[in-house]
């Protein structure tokens, strides 16, 4: 069977692997630190970093209509600290989960609307342990300015598919992430025009 495949993902992997493996590092939490992703996409993310940190126990998730895509992918690795995926939306009130040491995404706010973007935050309060972390990647904008042209040009082609999506601004991000409870540790610039944020509860 044809695995599910993402070129970004395939590119940004190691990048993003070197800044998670600095929060994630074995020997400085509890084990296994548990990691909720959210919009898993096609596991490769969720495969290449269980398989660089074995000490993690990584539960990936994606929206009820892609979740059996992702776990093509994770069914095939057969790790035992990567279970199979969980369907989960982010405005549905109850996530049905208990709270984890980290969460992260990837290439996810910018899919989904403001409002989504919002609710996601407004969750995450009861989410992350206590001293844990929130780590997104993608594109943000700054001041209201896009970092480069190609990112303009991203977000226009987001809003041509879906008017609601976008790529988000920093400031109004972080202070989501303010409201939830968390205060952020690092602005890490990325390959591809693109940053990997890091907050902790």
């Not at 991000?173 to 990325?190: F, K, S, W």
Request: aromatic residues 10%; proline residues 6%.
């Amino acid at each position: 069977m044809q695995l599910p495949f993402s070129q970004s993902c395939e590119n940004n992997k190691e990048p993003i692997l070197a800044v998670l493996h600095k929060h994630f590092a074995a020997g400085e939490h509890r084990q296994p630190l548990r990691v909720l992703e959210i919009a898993g996409g096609t596991g490769q993310h969720a495969v290449h970093f269980t398989t660089h940190m074995p000490w993690l126990h990584w539960q990936s998730s994606d929206v009820p209509e892609l979740v059996d895509t992702l776990n093509i992918r994770l069914r095939a690795a057969a790790q035992p600290n990567l279970p199979l995926a969980l369907p989960l939306d982010v405005t549905q009130q109850d996530w049905g989960v208990n709270p984890f040491d980290a969460v992260f995404t990837a290439n996810s706010l910018h899919i989904m609307p403001a409002i989504a973007v919002a609710e996601f935050f407004r969750r995450l309060d009861n989410i992350i342990a206590s001293g844990g972390h929130l780590c997104i990647y993608g594109p943000f904008k700054y001041g209201g300015n896009f970092t480069t042209s190609s990112n303009a040009q991203f977000d226009l082609w987001l809003k041509s598919r879906n008017p609601l999506s976008g790529v988000r601004d920093f400031e109004w991000v972080n202070e989501l992430a303010g409201e939830a409870g968390l205060t952020l540790l690092e602005d890490n610039t990325m390959p591809a025009n693109n940053q990997l944020l890091v907050w902790k509860k």
